[in-house]
């Protein structure tokens, strides 16, 4: 099963080829430690590291700029207001506009972290298909609930998605047009989103029903693992030493600087 987050899974790149186990650790450990960096003088190395995995990825730009657009929008407001409100050395003074270097300071980190966590992230679920990778997980100790919860969601997001599209079209060539705002309008996009979550719930229902049907909630008798390959071994090593090195830096410039 394919869909937009895991559609280049089938490319061939070295990190396609990575054993899933060694890549979920290694890429969600360089993750957190991303996570934790807000010295600026780290955060070239981190564009460094991240803009090399997703090269060797060999994943399309067009896949990361379209999945950064949407989530781009949560952190304008933060990048926006900070330099507004944040410091006392202005650097542009418009009267009522006033830029603070401090804020920009501060929003640069974030921009950052932001771009290179966004980015693993897509390099973790998008060179492996999603259930290879909420397997790997549960192989690792997560819950399979909340692996099963995670796939039955991704996939009848996509079902609502395309209802939804439908019924937008319908209701367009029945000469409704959102962008007139009035009662009405409220009244039927209220009414469009009532019938969408009461049919998502009637079809989880029906989703469930089937699973029990089917056995599901049973004891199964877990698939053995194949053995890790050396290289992949090595590779792991490697990221897991790398992330290592960006919190060791991040603590001591930390404690250089105050």
Not at 45 to 71: A, C, D, E, F, N
Not at 90 to 106: C, M, P, S, T, Y
Request: net charge positive; aromatic share 10%; hydrophobic share 50%.
């Amino acid at each position: 099963m394919q869909h937009g987050l895991d559609s280049y899974a089938g490319l061939e790149s070295p990190i396609h080829r990575w054993d899933p186990r060694c890549k979920f650790i290694g890429l969600m450990a360089l993750i957190f430690a991303f996570s934790a960096v807000d010295v600026l003088g780290l955060l070239p190395l981190m564009l460094l590291v991240t803009g090399s995995l997703y090269k060797l990825s060999r994943l399309p730009g067009s896949y990361l700029r379209q999945r950064l657009h949407y989530p781009g929008y949560f952190l304008l407001g933060a990048v926006v207001l900070l330099p507004l409100t944040t410091g006392e050395t202005i650097l542009l003074d418009l009267g009522w506009l006033q830029v603070r270097w401090e804020g920009i300071l501060a929003a640069i980190p974030i921009v950052v972290r932001f771009v290179c966590i966004v980015t693993l992230t897509l390099v973790l679920f998008g060179t492996s298909p999603l259930a290879t990778t909420l397997r790997t997980m549960r192989s690792l100790g997560v819950p399979s609930l909340l692996t099963d919860m995670m796939l039955l969601f991704y996939r009848y997001l996509y079902d609502l998605l395309d209802r939804l599209r439908q019924v937008q079209t319908a209701m367009r060539l029945r000469g409704f047009n959102s962008k007139r705002l009035s009662w009405r309008t409220l009244r039927l996009l209220a009414a469009l989103t009532g019938t969408l979550l009461v049919t998502s719930y009637e079809q989880s229902e029906q989703v469930y029903q089937a699973m029990r049907l089917r056995g599901y909630g049973q004891k199964t008798v877990q698939r053995a693992e194949s053995p890790m390959l050396q290289q992949d071994a090595i590779a792991l090593g490697a990221i897991l030493l790398l992330a290592a090195g960006f919190v060791v830096a991040q603590v001591w410039l930390s404690l250089i600087v105050t």
